[in-house]
């Protein structure tokens, strides 16, 4: 069965530094992968997927991630982090039983921005 | 506009009583869902529908029961709420099913008290 693990409950960075989330799958073939971002009392904003292609993927907000089939990751990063990326972050991973679009999610990493 | 948009968006309500969350989208897509995220902030897919069709039914309880009237529209009824209920409740839509690799839009989440 497909599993999605992010392995950081919580980091805490300062303003202007730089940010990566941890994001590991357990899927045979080449999954569909997502981040989620997920402000306090809000829903759940898509920051980048990744399907196929370059494995370096874009997103909104200056995030960006890297799939790494040989590690099984999926990595979000971001160069400079502003106190407004506070939020909570999801990876997921789209489900084959489901027609993909099934997303089996990781249990989250809460981000704190320090000033 | 909202893309999915979900009502209501807070609930406090008795244990026993019935209660129904309503869900539109106006992306004119295909498939709708349901998610769960419980109070550890764990996001779970509880059902899907694709242009009114049961989809996806994951093990959830038949006090559960959803509702498509037309495409647009996924409503989730609860019969003889529990304390366990108590959770944020996500509405989400996506082009259609089963062509992966779909971006899936979420509501901005109800969230349910059981006291």
């Known amino acids: 069965a497909q599993s999605v693990t992010q392995p950081d409950i919580h980091i805490t960075v300062s303003e202007g530094a730089s940010l990566e989330l941890r994001c590991n799958y357990s899927?045979?073939?080449?999954?569909?992968l997502f981040w989620y971002v997920q402000s306090p009392g809000q829903g759940l904003q898509l920051l980048l997927k990744?399907?196929?292609?370059?494995?370096l993927v874009q997103g909104i907000k200056g995030f960006e991630a890297e799939f790494k089939r040989s590690q099984s990751s999926f990595n979000l990063r971001k160069p400079s982090v502003h106190w407004s990326d506070a939020a909570e972050y999801f990876c997921?991973?789209?489900?084959?039983?489901?027609?993909?679009?099934?997303?089996?999610f990781g249990a989250g990493t809460r981000l704190a921005v320090h000033p | 506009d909202t893309a999915v948009s979900q009502t209501p968006k807070y609930l406090v309500t008795q244990m026993g009583n019935d209660k129904s969350i309503k869900c539109e989208q106006n992306?004119?897509?295909?498939?709708m869902y349901w998610y769960k995220q419980d109070s550890k902030k764990f996001l779970k897919i509880m059902f899907s529908?694709?242009?009114?069709?049961?989809?996806i039914n994951e093990t959830v309880p038949n006090r559960f029961s959803p509702k498509s009237p037309d495409k647009a529209h996924l409503n989730l009824h609860i019969n003889s709420l529990e304390l366990g209920d108590s959770a944020v409740y996500f509405c989400?839509?996506?082009?259609?099913?089963?062509?992966?690799?779909?971006?899936?839009?979420f509501g901005e989440g109800s969230w349910l008290t059981v006291v």
């Open positions: 899927y045979g073939a080449t999954p569909y």
């Open positions: 997921a991973v789209g489900s084959p039983s489901g027609g993909y679009n099934k997303l089996i």
């Open positions: 990744y399907f196929s292609g370059d494995t």
């Open positions: 992306l004119g897509h295909d498939t």
């Open positions: 989400a839509s996506s082009q259609d099913y089963g062509t992966g690799g779909n971006t899936i839009y």
């Open positions: 529908y694709n242009n009114k069709e049961l989809i």
